[in-house]
């Protein structure tokens, strides 16, 4: 079983705060590695990939990656409230036509 | 527009029945997902497909049915449903290129089994 894991929260931060994700991933052959928000009966929207160990910045946000490790994180700087949702750690599954492998999501709440 | 839609968005239906969910992308992505989405679960792959007539299970492929006779097209049919087929149903898609393979997702159908 591949295993993708998430602390399911809930997260909470105050406005204008990092707000730090996790998640670790069980298949080393693994080599594509997303983050999703999900708000509440939406469905998931991609904000972040990473291919290559170290770090990825695309505005408020920042993907680190540790293949050693089996590590993933996000860092969402100067939280919004409208940043409040379920995050989901995505792995790509080589084995499955590149399907996505997902946690089960951490929830994270940014209070005003 | 393009992108990616799945109909209907809502359905409601009785034990036994068949059901079929479609989803329709613009993008002629080769590849295709079916997944869903439940409490305490996450998402789960249920089916896939990486061109036209070509398909394979996911992690949870039992009691559904899948084909792909037009790149665009995916519809996933329920054979006879049940009540633990209640869920949130997401259908996604990624174009080849290199190892990027980036889903986007459709809007979801919420599917009740009575």
């Known amino acids: 079983q591949k295993e993708v894991e998430q602390n399911s929260g809930p997260l909470s931060v105050p406005e204008g705060a990092i707000a730090s994700l996790n998640c670790t991933y069980s298949d080393r052959v693994s080599q594509s590695f997303f983050w999703y928000r999900q708000y509440s009966g939406k469905s998931p929207e991609l904000i972040m990939s990473?291919?290559?160990?170290g770090d990825k910045e695309d505005g408020r946000f920042t993907a680190q990656l540790n293949k050693a490790s089996q590590y993933v994180s996000l860092l969402i700087r100067d939280s919004q409230p409208s940043d409040s949702a379920t995050y989901l750690c995505?792995?790509?599954?080589?084995?499955?036509?590149?399907?996505?492998?997902f946690g089960k999501g951490t929830s994270l709440l940014v209070t005003p | 527009d393009a992108g990616i839609t799945q109909s209907p968005r809502y359905k409601i239906t009785e034990t036994g029945r068949q059901v079929t969910l479609m989803c329709h992308q613009t993008w002629s992505h080769s590849y295709m997902f079916w997944y869903r989405q439940d409490l305490g679960h996450g998402l789960r792959l249920i089916y896939y497909?990486?061109?036209?007539?070509?398909?394979d299970k996911g992690e949870v492929p039992d009691g559904y049915v899948v084909s792909r006779s037009k790149t665009e097209n995916f519809p996933l049919t329920l054979e006879s449903a049940t009540r633990s087929q209640t869920s949130v149903y997401f259908c996604a898609s990624t174009g080849e290129g290199g190892r990027s393979y980036e889903q986007y997702f459709g809007p979801g159908t919420r599917l009740t089994v009575t």
């Open positions: 995505a792995v790509n599954d080589p084995d499955s036509g590149y399907a996505l492998n």
């Open positions: 497909s990486a061109a036209a007539d070509i398909t």
């Open positions: 990473i291919y290559s160990n």
